[in-house]
């Protein structure tokens, strides 16, 4: 069935160290994909998202290039800062806008 | 333009009990649709609302049970609690049917069982 598996850490880094977060999915087409992060206490936020195969989604200095061929998402910044810490989900939406999260990744950013 | 509201943000209950939860979508959404997180469990998906009707639902038991209001907001309800309801409701709303549009968070209720 659909599902999305992503790097579950935690993770944790020094400020300003590159950050990837691995993303895979199942589905049948091409749907859309999406980054969603939680910061402590709160709901989801979306942070990104690609519609289309080789779209890249890109906010906050965060970026995820949508990969047909290797059906994945990978998540990337080039320098994180402390205010990143939060858990972070990829996610695709079926036809009927119910939401397939993968796991979460706990990222940790120390100064 | 205002988000998705979820009232209660903090509610304790005891086993046995029911409980309601509501939700706000964004004004003009109209699809409307719940998960629970939990630590063990990650984010499952309840069920999904349109129009007032139920379009998809996730595979948890008939205690959990939800609708839709013409104005498209949404209750929850989970009848006969026990411990392991214990969790934080998201509720989220989209603007239309389809894959490519995003899905919009509320900042959930979170349900103690004790």
């Known amino acids: 069935g659909d599902s999305v598996t992503q790097m579950e850490g935690p993770v944790t880094l020094s400020e300003e160290a590159f950050l990837t977060i691995n993303c895979t999915y199942t589905?049948?087409?091409?749907?859309?994909l999406f980054w969603y992060v939680q910061y402590p206490g709160e709901g989801l936020q979306l942070l990104l998202k690609?519609?289309?195969?080789?779209d890249k989604g890109s906010n906050k200095g965060f970026e995820a290039t949508y990969r047909k061929e290797t059906t994945s998402f990978h998540l990337e910044k080039g320098s994180v800062q402390v205010s990143d810490s939060a858990v972070y989900f990829c996610?695709?939406?079926?036809?009927?806008?119910?939401?397939?999260f993968g796991p979460g990744t706990s990222l940790s950013v120390i100064p | 333009k205002a988000g998705v509201t979820q009232t209660p943000r903090y509610l304790i209950k005891t086993r046995g009990q029911q409980v309601t939860l509501s939700c706000s979508p964004i004004?003009?959404?109209?699809?409307v649709s719940w998960y629970q997180q939990t630590p063990g469990q990650g984010l499952q998906f309840l069920f999904e609302?349109?129009?007032?009707?139920?379009?998809n639902k996730g595979n948890f038991p008939g205690r959990f049970s939800g609708r839709q209001f013409s104005n498209s907001r949404s209750e929850m309800n989970v009848s006969t609690l026990e411990l392991g309801d214990s969790a934080l409701y998201l509720c989220?709303?989209?603007?239309?049917?389809?894959?490519?549009?995003?899905?919009?968070f509320g900042q959930g209720t979170r349900l103690t069982v004790v």
């Open positions: 989220a709303s989209s603007p239309e049917v389809g894959s490519n549009t995003e899905a919009f």
């Open positions: 996610a695709r939406k079926t036809s009927y806008d119910k939401v397939i």
């Open positions: 690609a519609t289309k195969a080789d």
């Open positions: 589905a049948t087409g091409y749907p859309s």
């Open positions: 004004s003009g959404h109209r699809s």
């Open positions: 609302y349109f129009s007032e009707t139920q379009r």
